[in-house]
């Protein structure tokens, strides 16, 4: 009765509807305190309700702001297909880039990668890095620090900046760059773009910053990579890369140069099908055995020719050979050699690989960014048409003066001419 003449009243319901907005204000201020306090509770160094959010607390959650938006970003470049993943949306608009050592397009505007294409699956690239590298921070939680190998420091993986490469494979078309780049990328302190810039041959225009914006980020300590293996043979490319920086560190992966022709040969041939035969395209007169020196696949095997062009813009110090048979049969035998080159701390080791018998190559037992064991695709150990032996024989002799050239100018025995 009497709550009925106060609710009939309109003076007494202003009131009551004014003490219940107070008492629901009330409530929520008391939950909201309860939560930060419970929050407070759990952090390393206790804050004073009363205290503004400053100085670590206030980075953290900059930092923590910073990669959400990073991950977002990145998932609305990349979608939900396991393609290429690109640093920012800008990447994703720069440029067509082809694989060298496959031929296929990697990515162009307005393509859409193929989910179930195994070459793009396997030239990911990853811009998180790998469990091996997240490591315990009393200060932050574990997923939010990334330790790099040879400083040792700690720092937020919104860090770091993008440089232009310190050192870059440079070839061989064929010889195993693609192998060798994998390989690296399992090291904490290498950071590399996954698709063939392209840059020094076909890009140049295009300015030194958009080169640098295609790298991935890197922190203190840590050396940006590329792979164009065309580089090489490209008349231009020392002259640019110098003027770039002199202190540029060269990789070279060099192989047999009549199985490179070959196999060469046996890439284009998985393309155009109705190309000639090797025979006909290796000889300019079959009858004299004169050979043809202008067919791309024939000339890149002449390392001599093309090492000459180097070394009048780097020293042969710059300059590292890789042996793209021993890539295979000592794997982390090269990788040793290879983290020696670019002074790092020797961390890929025998217990990084596995020989997967069915291809007859080595594989990652953990690549970079996953758990589970990585092989090149299907497009690597493609099998060769059977070419006469006579004609092998052939291109043998024709190789085997500048294979003898190229062992005096890098004082390594290579074996080709055995």
Partial sequence: MAFSRVYSDPLSRGIFKKFVVMLCSLLTSLYLLHCLTDRCSSMPTPVKA??????????ELHDLRSLRRKRLLQKWTTGSKPGLSYESADDAKRARFNDADTGQVLYEPGHQVDSDNEKNRELSHYTQPSL???VYSKRLAPRFMVKT??????????????????????GVKKGGTRALLEFLRVH?????????????????????????????KTLEGQITMEKTP????????????????????????????VTRAISDYTQT?????????????????????????SWSAIQIGIYAKHLDNWLQYF???????????RLISDPAGELGRVQDFLGLKRIITDKHFYFNQTKGFPCLKKAEGSSKPHCLGKTK?????????EVVQRLRDFYRPFNMKFYQMTGQIFGWDD
Wanted: no cysteine; glycine share 8%.
């Fill in 50 to 59: 009363s205290s503004q959010v400053v100085g670590f607390f206030a980075s």
């Fill in 269 to 293: 041939l998985s393309k155009k099908p109705d190309i000639p035969t090797f025979e006909s395209l290796t000889f300019k007169n079959r009858t004299t055995g004169l050979i043809d020196t």
């Fill in 149 to 170: 190998g040879s400083t040792g420091k700690l720092s937020p993986l919104g860090d770091g900046t993008k440089k232009l490469p310190q050192a870059m494979i440079i």
């Fill in 230 to 257: 065309s580089y090489f043979v490209t008349r231009e490319a020392p002259a640019r890369i110098s003027a770039m920086s002199r202190d540029t560190k060269l990789i070279v992966v060099v192989r047999d140069p």
């Fill in 132 to 134: 091996g590298d997240i």
């Fill in 381 to 389: 150990g493609r099998t060769h048409p059977n070419i006469h032996p």
């Fill in 315 to 325: 020293p042969m110090g710059q300059i590292l050979f890789v042996s793209g048979e």
């Fill in 188 to 216: 904490p302190d290498i950071r590399a773009v996954g698709a063939e810039p392209h840059f020094f041959d076909r890009n140049y225009d295009n300015g030194l910053e958009w080169y640098r914006e295609l790298m991935p």
